[in-house]
């Protein structure tokens, strides 16, 4: 009698016990279910890969510098900054919100870390974390403004898009622009140092052998609560294909000069954000509120307290996006956080897989999506394109991907998976 009642003593996992359920089995079993899923509109990241296998390859039979080592680094380099601005786009959109003012809020922090540090001789660390908490402010600002007021996101945005870029004039003053000094850490941070071989290949190493123990660990909760565990030939080709992509990518980014530290940043940053979206309460809730809101708030869910916490975070990797771009740049002036800025951040997490209608995708939506807008700018520049062809292109896969992402979302209602 005990042995019916403990689950890990059974010979057939609880899920596949299931009647009612499709299971397959084997490694056939395991492409049926890739198939399946891809024909209910299940696509992940799968057409944002393929459209920037052909944007590299459209670019290098036009161009062959485009795929050379000092160009890849090149666009990893200028991607990270934006990237982190990206983020918090992530976060907001996965309520089903907007967040317009990124990118102005970014220019604001930035300058006032620049206005702190040059010309009130305050240290570096001093500015850095007043410029972060001013975004944090902000975000704060906006969700009391949405929580408590009713004030929808698209326009107390709008007017933080306005009002943070008069702060920005206002802070900078008549100087117009503020040139960081040449021996700020910020600037070297994120433009000259980068990782050694050495360390390189050992932080490839760490990450293959995180994912593996991870995977374990999964196999071995998922047995003892009587589940069907990972199929271990699956884990294993998933990590051979790792560590030979970011090998590959290791051995010829160091041609040049490697792995930025700006860059190992943003990739830290996406993939902390990635755990805590799939780990945590707090990130299993975000997608609850934003894939039913009444339905999260029924079931016991402080709906309030993750827009407090989405829009705080937002405006804080903005906040943190701008200084970072500020070091790159080496300066902040009046353009810091314009036009372009703001809708590359929001252009990136669209394209890269984030729902509009919100509940769906992931921090790797940031990661690749500016990847592909970094691809795009920098492929156009090396054939001398004119920047208005630039937008043109930019706005199309902008447009492209949208309607991938409505596609999508009617065959997997069609079929019953959304």
Sequence with gaps: MSSTLDPTSSPVAADVADERLIQGRGLGGLVAAGWSRLRGGELGALPVVFGLAIISLVFYSQEATFLSSRNLVSITQFAAPVGVISLGIVLVLLLGEIDLSVGSVSGFAAASMAVLVVDKSQSLWVGMLV???????????????????????????????????????????????????????????????FLTDVQAYVLLAVVVAVYVGSQLLVARRRRAAGLTPPHLLLVAV?????????????????????????????????????????????????????????????????????????????????????????????????????????????????????????????????????????????????????????????????????????????????????
């Design 131 to 193: 410029g972060v908490l001013i975004g944090t402010a902000i975000g704060s600002f906006y969700a009391f403004l949405y929580t408590r007021i009713g004030v929808p996101s698209f326009v107390f945005s709008l007017a933080g898009l306005l009002a943070f870029q008069g702060a920005l004039l206002y802070v900078l003053g008549d100087q117009g622009t503020i040139v960081l000094p040449i021996d700020s850490g910020l600037r070297e941070f994120a433009r000259e140092r």
């Design 238 to 418: 998933k990590a051979a294909l790792l560590l030979a992509g970011l090998g590959f990518l290791t051995y010829y980014l160091g041609i040049d000069r490697g792995w930025g530290y700006l860059f190992v940043l943003f990739a830290a940053l996406v993939v902390a954000m990635d755990l805590v979206l799939r780990k945590t309460r707090w990130g299993r809730h975000v997608y609850a509120v934003g894939g039913n809101e009444e339905a999260a708030r029924r079931s016991g869910i402080k709906v309030g307290r993750i827009y407090f916490s989405v829009f705080a975070a937002a405006s804080t990797f903005a906040a943190l996006g701008g200084i970072l771009l500020a070091g790159q740049l080496t300066s902040v002036s009046q353009s810091s956080g314009t036009t372009d800025t703001n809708l590359t951040a929001i252009a990136a997490a669209v394209i890269g897989g984030t729902s509009l209608f919100g509940g769906r995708g992931t921090a790797y939506s940031a990661l690749l999506g500016i990847m592909v807008l970094q691809a795009i700018q920098n492929g156009l520049n090396l054939m001398n394109v004119d920047s208005s062809v630039r937008f043109m292109v930019t706005g199309a896969v902008l447009l492209l991907a949208v309607a991938i992402d409505s596609v999508s979302r009617r065959v997997r209602s069609s079929s019953g998976r959304g």
